[in-house]
């Protein structure tokens, strides 16, 4: 089976410029996670849906992240407009089912914000 | 905060040694995981311990878990070079992976 798909692997943007990560999770898993590294920090969690709906939105950073799945498939995080601290690598992770306790990760999203 | 914090954060070793790394965390948990993560690519979860177990081995893994000291332990035996990469203790607070708290990482190097 495929595993969870990330694009773009690698993004380069201005300050100001907005930016879109794509997370195609594994093929029906209800359970959708955004994540992100700050370099050298622990990585750290933005979000979680449970299908089409935000279950836990306690880590996103502030209002110029979106994050979207409609339809409950694929995933979609927007910042807007970006800044330097935005710089990190993004990962999404799914899961099967609430309360499964493993997650399977993406290779990530690379975002530079020069 | 619920962060777990690895340690040593950089290990370099003989392959054919042991590596051995550590995990301290703040709270309560339902269970601890270990994730690897070669560059360039995704997380991969290792191995899961449960609050109430103390010991986990899987193939060459093993874990040990203190909850009385909130800590943990991987130890790699007879590490090979392939075995170089970033792990990573997680931390569920829940049954259900709603919401992992990661640490920062310990960067292994395995020298052939």
């Known amino acids: 089976e495929a595993g969870v798909t990330q694009f773009p692997s690698h993004s380069v943007i201005e300050k100001g410029q907005t930016v879109t990560l794509r997370c195609d999770p594994i093929s029906g898993h209800d359970n959708l996670y955004w994540y992100r590294r700050v370099m050298g920090k622990e990585i750290k969690f933005l979000l979680h849906f449970v299908k089409e709906s935000k279950q836990d939105e306690s880590g996103m950073p502030n209002n110029r992240f979106l994050a979207e799945r409609t339809g409950g498939t694929y995933s979609t995080l927007k910042v807007q407009p970006a800044e330097l601290e935005d710089s990190g690598v993004y990962f999404c992770?799914?899961?099967?089912?609430?309360?499964?306790?493993?997650?399977?990760f993406g290779a990530g999203s690379r975002l530079t914000v020069l | 905060s619920q962060q777990g914090e690895e340690d040593p954060q950089a290990l370099s070793i003989q392959e054919g040694e042991n590596a051995t790394m550590n995990c301290s965390y703040k709270t309560s948990i339902n269970n601890l995981q270990w994730y690897r993560q070669n560059s360039g690519r995704g997380l991969v979860h290792l191995i899961l311990i449960r609050s109430n177990e103390r010991e986990k081995h899987s193939g060459r893994l093993r874990v040990t878990l203190d909850t009385s000291k909130k800590s943990s332990s991987l130890l790699i035996t007879a590490s090979r070079a392939a075995d170089t990469a970033s792990y990573f203790c997680a931390t569920a607070v829940l049954t259900g992976a709603n919401n992992l708290f990661f640490g920062t990482g310990t960067r292994l190097t395995v020298i052939p």
């Open positions: 992770a799914s899961s099967p089912y609430y309360g499964a306790n493993v997650l399977t």
